[in-house]
């Protein structure tokens, strides 16, 4: 099922206009995590956007909906938290309160994740590390466990001081990059985060006289959350600097109503996408004794995406973008090497490559031992 907000944001009243953009929003932030809600919980956003039934009683239908349910599939569990988190969600951002301070930063984490996480609201006591498909399995470095609280508040006090008087809207932007990347950098929670983060600063942009309102986060969601990646991510060796240049364009569409093109494939640190493009307008060879143009292939995994996997989940789409970023058209794989970029069980890596099979986004080959397999060119 799809929502027509469009027609809610440019046509309707004042409040369904704010409901709609809320709930757009909300819906649209569950890709961070590779989460897809379902079509009830999109049926009842429409109730509600249409002033049928309250947000009390949307999240009560909700909850009513995932304990009513006698048969659970595999992935129920992520879209009961989808489902319950947006309509968290729809509800903070429609609300006027706020407060710059370190507890509401927490509050908004146990609002949004209370009876999903055991650890809503709370600091986590641990250190991470999160494989990146945008760094190509690499890690940011997460705050210290040890140091979290001093970090967190230290760049709040820091925020809370600044003053924006005499900048410029380009100094403003840069400014306001660093801030969220840094606040996002901490990870303060165990899960979670990029959410909490994102629902927080639309908040405080609010209080800063943005609007903050378009439909950015919704289409965007896993740019801003690789954005803020790239803006964590050092590596000398190979080059690599943290920029805030991709988090600062996404903020002039946010905030400037810029239109600037955001693909998730500019941000990966191989580059390999970009570097598979060809110019074929000034890319010629010689054959005997006169020039050819060639019509070199584009490589791009989002027409693929596009043409062969309208059925995938948000999940499996950033799945099959990780492995693309690593294998390509020519490599061949197996099962353990999924396993071991994507972080899954041996009986979940077997359903999900055997569902691209069928797909026919990847095929099996032979003289490369049992169980290999490589992307459909």
């Known amino acids: 099922m799809k929502i027509d907000f469009e027609s809610y944001i440019r046509n309707g009243e004042p409040d369904k206009k704010e409901k709609a953009s809320a709930w757009k929003t909300a819906i649209g932030l569950q890709a961070v995590d590779g989460l897809q809600t379902s079509d ?31 048969i659970r599939t595999p992935n129920d569990e992520d879209t009961e938290e989808a489902d319950k988190v947006s309509s968290r969600i729809a509800e903070i951002l429609s609300e006027n309160a706020f407060s710059f301070s370190p507890n509401e930063y927490i509050s908004i984490h146990r609002k949004l994740f209370q009876g999903i996480y055991k650890h809503a609201g709370k600091i986590r006591d641990y250190n991470i590390t999160k494989k990146e498909w945008v760094l190509d399995g690499a890690t940011v470095m997460y705050g210290s466990a040890s140091e979290l609280r001093a970090t967190f508040e230290y760049d709040f006090s820091q925020e809370k001081d600044f003053s924006y008087k005499g900048l410029s809207i380009d100094e403003i932007i840069h400014h306001l990059a660093v801030f969220v990347s840094r606040l996002w950098q901490i990870h303060i929670f165990g899960e979670g985060n990029t959410r909490t983060t994102a629902v927080f600063f639309i908040k405080y942009l609010r209080t800063l006289g943005f609007s903050a309102t378009n439909d950015i ?29 991709y988090l600062e364009v996404f903020l002039r569409n946010l905030l400037m109503n810029e239109d600037n093109e955001l693909h998730n494939r500019d941000l990966h640190i191989s580059g390999l996408l970009n570097a598979e493009k060809v110019d074929i307008e000034s890319k010629k060879v010689d054959i005997g004794s006169g020039k050819v143009d060639i019509q070199d292939k584009k490589v791009d995994i989002e027409s693929v995406l596009s043409e062969k996997g309208k059925d995938f989940s948000i999940k499996t789409a950033v799945h099959i973008r990780r492995m693309f970023e690593k294998f390509g058209y020519d490599e061949v794989f197996g099962r353990s090497a999924v396993i071991e970029l994507l972080d899954l069980k041996n009986s979940s890596a077997s359903k999900f490559l055997s569902n691209l099979v069928q797909a026919d986004i990847i095929e099996p080959v032979s003289g490369h031992g049992k169980g290999r397999y490589k992307f459909k060119n």
């Open 40 to 70: 009830y919980l999109k049926d009842t956003a429409v109730k509600h956007i249409e002033g049928d039934i309250s947000m009390d009683e949307v999240k009560a239908l909700i909850n009513g909906y995932y304990q009513s349910k006698t």
């Open 217 to 245: 986060f919704a289409k965007n969601a896993w740019y801003f959350r690789n954005a803020l990646v790239r803006a964590n991510y050092t590596n000398l060796q190979k080059g690599i600097h943290e920029t805030t240049e």
